[in-house]
């Protein structure tokens, strides 16, 4: 770890964050859009569409050409570190890396989507939910497969 953690990039990135979402709020009241009506069932698609493209994002082997400027190691290898830069290229690391924090900037863009370009929107999120909820599955199944051939042995 640096030193001094990179502040003056973090309050960039929080600026840019919070001035992407008072636009995407500005361009929602000059297109006279709407949030649509929520249900609880819409804030459980939204979350598991928001795990599985932060988990894609921060972890998997296929987005690491996203991360490979930010990081130091490799994705198969799960040993993806933020480069001690001390500078921009260090925070966005930490933001790319941290399934909990990009998820946060995903969870923003997609609600956006869903009042920018509804139908995207929300074809995106029930995409991401559906596979976010496959990811849970198969891990479900392998768990309990695993089990039961260690009782067995």
Sequence with gaps: MSATPPYAAYAGIMSTFLGGVALTGALAAKLHRTPPERTAFDLAVLGLATFKASRTLARDEVT???????????????????????????????????????????????????VLAPRFGRMLSWSLAVGGA???????????TGAANRVRE
């Design 134 to 144: 496959n990811d849970w599955l198969q891990a479900g199944f392998a768990a309990l």
């Design 64 to 114: 690491s050409f996203l991360r490979e400027p930010f990081v130091q190691g490799t994705a198969p290898a799960g040993d993806e570190e933020p480069v001690q830069t001390g500078d921009l290229r260090q925070a966005v690391g930490e933001l790319v890396t941290c399934s909990r924090c990009v998820g946060t900037w995903i969870a923003a863009g997609i609600a956006g989507l869903d």
